[in-house]
């Protein structure tokens, strides 16, 4: 999360959030805390839980629970409903090559979204 994102969500201008980490701002506000603990959490629980529950899984391996999810059978397909060119996922089932983290969040969501409105998958 970016400074300017995670300013807004505590309801601080950035600079605010910039002289805090810096040590220049000593005594935070209580509510300031509470929201910005808030903030974490959903940061925990939206990004970094469902990273560290794909950083152990090979691309192929990704790419396979996507399919599964989303209801497809093959690597075009996925690719198409990712938004993705075809060569790029077969860079990344035929090669240890690996989006960033972002992308591969971005992409889970996809797959996540597309899931819910197809729940029945395969």
Known sequence: ?????FAMSVGLEKDKIVNIENGRVRNIPDEIL???RKVMEG???GRVKP???LQNLSM??????WWA????????????LLGVC??????????????????ILRYD???RKIAEKNPGGR
């Open 1 to 5: 999360m970016t400074q300017a994102d």
């Open 34 to 36: 509470e929201e910005a």
């Open 43 to 45: 940061a925990y629980y």
């Open 51 to 53: 990273l560290a529950d």
């Open 60 to 65: 192929p391996e990704i790419l396979d629970r």
């Open 69 to 80: 999810m989303m209801g497809v059978d093959n690597d075009e397909e996925g690719a198409i």
């Open 86 to 103: 075809g060569l790029t996922v077969e860079r990344w089932r035929t090669q240890p090559s690996r989006p960033a983290a972002r992308d």
């Open 109 to 111: 969501l996809i797959a």
